[in-house]
């Protein structure tokens, strides 16, 4: 427990973040938010705003705690509707709320879907202005899907895409729908391919402004680890192979994307929190993790929220609340370590990078080689001494390029090698393919054969055993035929010797 009860300085508490370790912050004075999990929450500068929430069954109405990240002080907004109530029209309007999602539009917060004590049919959305503090139920248009929890939002340009989610019948659903921010119109997507089975507590992710990306999850019974991406463009689902760390399933988890990087945190499956706090990189799809915690730290719980920010400059993560035994109300940050972006992968081969930087190489010694450097004019610097570049500075420097110009021709042909041999393996293999391939059909064809002759034979044995059945036919009517005869002849023998005894009494 004690990686979780690092303390920091109020004052200047992010130099002391370690890169990519989750450290709690703690406020030193004032009330915090109370304990939750299943609320919804976001970043917008520099402050966390946390609204609604469930605990212990019942759902809360404090939807205007607000965290800040530079003095670490805890405050809350006074919301008002658009008619200046603040008792019971404000109840109606923002009710308690909990397992909904949220995103900033403009200068709002909207709340999107989720469970509150009298949930209307449809999809509600509702908002909080952070400029005047109003709130309030936006009017919407269009095919809206029913009400539902536990489903994911997903912001791309102006659109927000729904998926899946558990509606009030604890029906668990997989459709997919998408909200126009501009003209606050619903409408049905309609997808090809095959789509995620019906799911709730799941994450979804956008990459590119093009591809939606869907992790984890459960249904009633299932907990799931898979990954499916819906081409924006095409509208085609896909499961793609995903590489690096083993990924356990979970669901109740929290994802925020940074640049190519999608975070997990958290999740569990109601019996195990998740430990390891993961990153997917979405342009190579490889999973790998960040780092750890301890066994029954809050962070290893269900229905947790997490932020990215950037305070001080600094870029880190924010993670509050959840449930994992216990209701959690501690705010944890993480600094993040620069992360090397990535390349699309045909730019990521070794014969691909090598004429690339061959390539820049070549040029820079071009470009060096065909100009005439003077001496550089005497530029006195802060300390009033002369700019040390100097010709033979510039020499070293190309000749150094040369070398490596060298060295990447090289790997170049090293890799041309390598895929010589590879051909000549897939050659190999083509002819091999070939060679079954001519095999299987003349198997295919003797089996044919074999075929036609069984069912030859069949015949043969079908029409001899039909002979079979004549010949002892035949054999039974010889047989009766046999008895008649005798019965005939014994009765010939009787009538001769009757004639005898006459001749004899005469």
């Not at 400059?313 to 705010?331: P, Q, R, S, T």
């Not at 002892?472 to 008649?484: F, N, Y």
Request: aromatic share 8%; charged share 25%; proline share 3%.
């Amino acid at each position: 427990m004690e990686e979780m009860r690092k303390e920091i300085d109020v004052g200047d508490w992010h130099s002391n973040l370690a890169y990519d370790e989750w450290t709690p912050l703690t406020v030193p004075t004032g009330s915090r938010a109370s304990a939750r999990y299943k609320h919804a929450a976001l970043v917008v500068d520099e402050k966390l705003y946390i609204v609604g929430g469930s605990r212990n069954g019942r759902y809360l109405s404090d939807l205007q705690v607000v965290f800040d990240l530079r003095s670490l002080t805890w405050s809350s907004l006074k919301l008002k509707t658009e008619d200046g109530g603040d008792g019971s029209s404000l109840g109606d309007a923002f009710p308690a709320i909990s397992d909904h999602r949220m995103i900033k539009w403009g200068n709002r917060l909207l709340l999107i879907g989720g469970y509150s004590k009298d949930s209307s049919d449809n999809m509600s959305v509702r908002f909080i202005d952070l400029e005047t503090h109003l709130c309030g139920v936006v009017v919407t248009s269009g095919n809206a899907p029913v009400s539902r929890g536990g489903h994911s939002i997903t912001l791309v340009g102006s659109r927000v895409f729904v998926f899946g989610g558990e509606d009030k019948k604890r029906r668990l659903l997989n459709d997919l729908h998408v909200l126009d921010l501009e003209t606050m119109t619903w409408d049905v997507v309609e997808t090809s391919q095959t789509r995620p089975v019906p799911r709730f507590d799941h994450t979804a992710a956008t990459h590119s402004d093009r591809y939606l990306l869907i992790f984890g999850g459960c249904s009633h019974s299932i907990f799931f680890n898979d990954l499916h991406i819906l081409d924006l463009q095409t509208m085609e689902w896909s499961q793609p192979q995903v590489q690096g760390d083993v990924v356990t399933p979970r669901a109740g988890h929290a994802g925020i994307t940074i640049d190519e990087n999608w975070y997990i945190v958290g999740g569990g499956d109601n019996s195990t929190g998740c430990l390891e706090t993961l990153v997917l990189n979405m342009s190579k799809l490889v999973w790998s993790t960040s780092t750890h915690v301890g066994a029954r730290h809050p962070l290893a719980s269900e229905g947790l929220s997490v932020c990215s920010a950037s305070v001080f400059g600094e870029n880190i993560l924010v993670a509050f609340g959840g449930y994992n035994g216990k209701y959690n109300n501690d705010i944890f940050v993480m600094r993040l370590k620069p992360r090397e972006s990535s390349y699309p992968k045909i730019f990521k081969s070794p014969a691909a990078a090598a004429a690339a930087a061959s390539v820049t190489a070549a040029y820079a010694i071009a470009k060096s080689e065909s100009s005439d450097f003077p001496p550089p004019p005497a530029n006195p610097n802060l300390n009033g001494k002369e700019n040390s570049f100097s010709g033979r500075d510039i020499r070293n420097t190309v000749d150094s390029i040369k070398e490596e110009k060298r060295n990447l021709e090289s790997s170049v042909a090293e890799t041309q090698v390598e895929n010589s041999k590879l051909r000549e393996k897939i050659d190999e293999v083509n002819s091999s393919h070939t060679e079954l391939s001519q095999e299987l059909q003349s198997v295919q064809g003797q089996l044919i054969s074999e075929r036609s002759r069984c069912f030859k034979l069949e015949a043969q044995i079908a029409e001899l055993q039909k002979a079979l059945e004549s010949g002892q036919s035949i054999e039974a009517e010889v047989e009766m035929l046999r008895k008649q005869k005798l019965a005939s002849d014994a009765r010939e023998d009787g009538a001769v010797k009757k004639q005898g005894w006459g001749w004899g009494a005469r």
